[in-house]
């Protein structure tokens, strides 16, 4: 069967975050105040092969320990459908 992972990594709330806080600042230049706390992450999508969802979720989950995700600055969410 085939699979599509949809990841997020985002990084961890405790550390900081200068994109998101750069974007937060330039939402008062732009006018838009009420916008606060911006979060920048990385969005992931990849096609897996597996013999069935639990054995894609495990590769999936692998692949972002491994690779896509640096787990001391970074964490990982994934939702996984059937092609």
């Known amino acids: 069967m085939k699979f599509l992972a949809d990841i997020d990594v985002m990084p961890l709330k405790a550390l900081l975050d200068p994109q998101g806080k750069a974007v937060t600042g ?26 069935s969802e639990e ?6 989950d692998e692949a972002c ?12 969410d994934f939702k996984l459908s059937a092609l």
Do not use: D
């Not at 939402?27 to 013999?51: C, D, F, S, Y």
């Not at 054995?55 to 999936?60: D, E, G, R, T």
């Not at 320990?65 to 990982?76: D, F």
């Open 26 to 51: 330039s939402m008062k230049n732009l006018g838009l105040p009420e916008i606060e706390n911006v979060r920048i992450g990385k969005h992931i999508t990849l096609e897996i092969e597996a013999t």
């Open 55 to 60: 054995a894609a979720k495990a590769k999936v």
């Open 65 to 76: 320990k491994k690779l896509l995700c640096n787990q001391i600055m970074e964490s990982y």
